[in-house]
C-alpha cells in the first residue's frame, strides 16, 4: 500500500441525529450550535488548518446544509461588517475559506461513524488523513500544535495510524469507544502513552468491570488509507451503527494502530453537560464576558 508522507486531508463527520439535543436539533445541526458565539465546528476546523490540513471533507446530513453555508461568502453581511470596523470577526472566517477546501458530502442516513467515514472514500483515494469529530473540541495551551497536529506529526514520522486517547472514570467508559492496550499496559499513566503505545482493540462502549483500560477515544483519529478497506470488510454491530471502531479492530490486528495521550483540554459539545461547560468555561476566559458571567454565577450560589 503506498503511503504518502504528508496528511493533508481530514474528515469532519457531522451527520448524526443529534438525539441528545432534540428538540433544538431537528432543525440546526449540533455542529452548529455556538459555543459563546462561535459555531462548535469552526473551532475543529480550525485544529484541522492549524495541524497543516489543507482539504476538509464534511460529512453531512440531511437539513444540515447550514454547515456548508456558514463557509459561503455573504456579501451583505460581509460588507456591513467592514463598515461597522468588525473586521476581525471577517478575518476569521476568511482566514479558514482562503486556506482551505471545504468538501462536503452527503450521508444519506445516519448509519453510523465508521459509514460517515466510508462516505469520504473516493475523495480519500490512497492517502492518509485525519478524522476529527465535528461535536468534540480541544483546546491546547499552544493551539498550534494542537492534538491533530501531533497525531498528524508521530503517524507521518512512523508512517502508521495513531488515535488520541484519553482517561476516564469507570463510571464513564460506557460512553466511549476503549482501547485495549494488551493486560501488560492496561493500567497505563499519561507519561506511557505520551510516546505511544499499540492498540490491540477497541471496545464500544463497554461498562466499568469489561472494559479493557480507562483510556477511551474521545474523537481524534489519524488513519492510513487502508483504514476504508476494513471500513468495507464490517457489518453493522453496536447499535445497529457501521461502527469505526470495528474497522479499528481489523485495523489492528493487522497493521500499527497506536494510543497517545495528549495534553489539551476537551468539550463533548453534543452532550447537554459538555455543552454548558465549553461555554462557560471558553466565556470566562473572554475579557468583555468574563466579570459579568462571574458575578452571576456567584449570585447563583
Ligand atoms: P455521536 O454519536 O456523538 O452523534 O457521533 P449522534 O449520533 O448525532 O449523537 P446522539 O447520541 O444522537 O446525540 C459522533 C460524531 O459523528 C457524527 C456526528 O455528527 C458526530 O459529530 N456522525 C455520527 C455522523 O456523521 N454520522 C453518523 O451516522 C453518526
Same mark, same amino acid.
Given at each position: 500500500m503506498a503511503h504518502n508522507s504528508k496528511i493533508r486531508k481530514a474528515i469532519i463527520p *457531522?451527520?448524526?441525529?443529534?438525539t441528545r439535543f432534540f428538540p433544538a436539533t431537528k432543525?440546526?445541526?449540533?455542529?452548529?450550535?455556538?459555543?459563546v458565539d462561535r459555531p462548535a465546528i469552526l473551532y475543529v476546523i480550525e485544529e484541522a488548518v492549524q495541524a497543516g490540513v489543507t482539504d476538509i471533507v464534511l460529512i453531512q446530513g440531511r437539513g444540515k446544509t447550514a454547515i456548508e453555508d =456558514? =463557509?459561503?461568502?455573504?456579501y451583505e453581511l460581509e460588507d456591513k461588517l467592514i463598515k461597522d470596523g468588525k473586521e476581525d470577526i471577517l478575518k476569521q472566517i476568511q482566514f479558514i475559506r482562503n486556506s482551505t477546501n471545504i468538501i462536503s458530502i452527503r450521508?444519506? *442516513? *445516519?448509519?453510523g461513524l465508521g459509514h460517515a467515514v466510508k462516505c469520504a472514500e473516493s475523495i480519500i483515494g490512497d492517502e492518509a488523513f485525519a478524522v476529527l469529530l465535528g461535536d468534540e473540541i480541544t483546546i491546547s495551551t499552544d493551539q498550534k500544535h494542537n492534538v491533530t497536529y501531533n497525531l498528524i506529526k508521530n503517524c507521518e514520522e512512523k508512517q502508521n495510524s495513531g488515535v488520541w486517547v484519553l482517561p476516564v472514570e469507570p463510571s464513564e467508559t460506557h460512553k466511549y469507544g476503549i482501547v485495549d492496550l494488551s493486560s501488560k499496559h492496561k493500567d497505563s499513566s499519561h507519561k506511557d502513552l505520551l510516546s505511544g503505545l499499540r492498540v490491540h482493540g477497541v471496545v464500544e462502549k463497554p461498562k466499568s468491570d469489561v472494559a479493557p483500560s480507562h483510556w477511551a477515544l474521545p474523537g481524534r483519529y489519524v488513519f492510513q488509507a487502508e483504514i476504508m478497506r476494513y471500513l468495507n470488510e464490517i457489518q453493522p454491530g453496536y447499535n445497529g451503527e457501521w461502527q469505526l471502531s470495528d474497522a479499528m479492530n481489523l485495523m489492528a490486528k493487522k497493521s500499527d494502530l497506536m494510543a497517545y495521550s495528549l495534553e489539551s483540554r476537551r468539550f463533548d459539545t453534543g452532550d447537554k453537560l459538555g455543552f454548558l461547560q465549553a461555554n462557560i468555561e471558553l466565556a470566562l476566559e473572554r475579557p468583555e464576558l468574563r466579570d459579568g458571567l462571574l458575578k452571576f454565577i456567584k449570585g447563583k450560589l
Open positions: *457531522a451527520a448524526g441525529l443529534g432543525t440546526v445541526p449540533k455542529e452548529m450550535l455556538p459555543i =456558514f =463557509f459561503d461568502v455573504s450521508q444519506k *442516513a *445516519a448509519l
